[in-house]
């Protein structure tokens, strides 16, 4: 997990996946799912996912009294001019059910609507569970939990060993989706503002959980000052650092290949990654 996008916890995850053995994956960032390119993934199953629910106005029975228009708080009624006829604009539409109840005709009812993809994948290295959520639609907090559920029954059924969950950026309702049910949770910052303040938000996410949050430093070596106050918090709270990796050029020649960095060469990242994981094995 990650306080903000950009700290690197996807390719830290996709070093985890290159080196463990007897593992399942899952790729919890439903709105922008990128594991699958470092893992050479072949797509074995797709599952259309409706999650929310759009209204529809059956033109038989509405009777154009505009009650569903002026109750609207969304601006998804719209009114043709022409036609003198009422329609869901479906991009605007929350699902809120506020004109079906306000219809005097019961002209309105409601349909799922698709959300977006959910996905099984074989790799080398393992199965891979992911989704892909549709442009411009809610619940990805709820599309996150498909994920997480199908993992975990893969993970049953084929007794693997490890569930290596790659969670969404940010605290808001996928970050809560990936870190319930979960049993440790890593936390991949970087030495810069924006992460410190971000990191003190995932904290306090994951410990509302019950759980105590580990911390990796990322490209620990750009900025010594803030690198410093992120130890030192960890100190005061007693989070454990569990490894920190220097910046190194070639992790972004790894990724432009679709390779994990541990598997691209042995430089310092690698190095460090490879160190990281033998803690996190001896830590279970």
């Known amino acids: 997990m990650s306080g903000k996008g950009g ?19 899952a790729d919890c960032d439903v709105d922008a799912a990128n594991l699958r390119l470092i893992m050479n993934e072949k797509i074995l199953y797709t599952e259309r996912a409706c999650l929310g629910s759009e209204a529809v106005i059956d033109q038989r029975k509405c009777t154009r009294c505009g009650k569903c228009f002026d109750g609207c708080r969304f601006g998804a009624i719209d009114f043709d001019e022409q036609t003198k006829r009422y329609s869901v604009n479906e991009l605007n539409c929350e699902g809120c059910g506020l004109c079906i109840e306000v219809c005097p005709a019961k002209a309105i009812s409601e349909k799922r609507a698709e959300t977006g993809s959910l996905m099984l994948s074989e790799s080398a290295r ?13 619940n990805s907090g709820k599309l996150v939990s498909m994920v997480r559920s199908l993992a975990f029954a893969i993970v049953d059924q084929q007794q693997k060993e490890w569930l290596l969950v790659d969670g969404p950026p940010g605290t808001a309702c996928p970050a809560i989706a990936s870190v319930t049910g979960s049993d440790r949770v890593i936390l991949v910052t970087e ?23 580990e911390i990796i430093i990322n490209k620990v070596d750009i ?62």
Not at 8 to 19: E, H, I, P, S
Not at 127 to 138: D, G, I, N, Y
Not at 233 to 258: H, M, N, R, S, W
Request: proline fraction near 6%; hydrophobic fraction near 45%.
């Open 7 to 25: 700290t690197g916890k996807t390719t830290v995850t996709g070093a985890f996946v290159a080196l463990a053995d007897s593992l399942v994956a």
């Open 126 to 138: 393992g199965q891979l569970v992911h989704a892909k959520l549709a442009p411009a639609a809610e």
């Open 191 to 213: 030495p810069t503002i924006a992460a410190v303040h971000d990191l003190e938000r995932i904290i306090k996410l994951v410990r509302h959980f019950g759980l105590k949050p």
């Open 223 to 284: 900025n010594p000052t803030y690198a410093r106050k992120i130890r030192d918090l960890a100190d005061t709270a007693g989070y454990k650092i569990l490894g920190e990796i220097p910046f190194d050029d070639t992790v972004k020649e790894a990724i432009k290949a679709g390779v994990p960095i541990v598997d691209f060469n042995a430089g310092p990242a690698s190095h460090a990654l490879k160190n990281i994981w033998n803690k996190i094995k001896e830590t279970r």
